[in-house]
């Protein structure tokens, strides 16, 4: 269980026969009920799926990959001097950083 220093006071509205179920466990563990219900509160937040960004997979191109890239880069910026773009030759393979 987490331990914070601060915490704050929420009222839960909990149907009689949850209450009665609290009440016997915390009676039978010697816990507090509000140790019960923030480990439980706990518990589920962990278990819930973290959100992707909407913006992965939005340029997935099942006819374009990232070697496609690499190559149309050369293609079009071979003529340019490279180092005004931020663009670093490794090992055959162009990695472009912002300046």
């Not at 209450?19 to 507090?32: K, P």
């Not at 589920?44 to 992707?52: I, M, S």
């Not at 293609?75 to 055959?92: I, M, P, Y």
Request: aromatic content about 6%; overall charge positive.
């Amino acid at each position: 269980m987490v331990k914070c220093a601060a915490v704050n006071k929420t009222t839960v509205y909990l149907p009689a026969e949850l209450q009665r179920e609290l009440s016997e466990v915390a009676r039978r563990t010697g816990r507090r009920q509000a140790e019960i219900i923030r480990t439980a509160i706990e518990q589920f937040l962990r278990a819930q799926e973290r959100p992707v960004p909407r913006s992965v997979g939005a340029g997935d191109d099942a006819e374009l990959s990232a070697v496609d890239g690499e190559d149309w880069l050369r293609k079009h910026l071979e003529q340019r001097d490279l180092r005004d773009f931020g663009v670093v030759a490794r090992t055959s393979k162009l990695a472009l950083f912002p300046k």
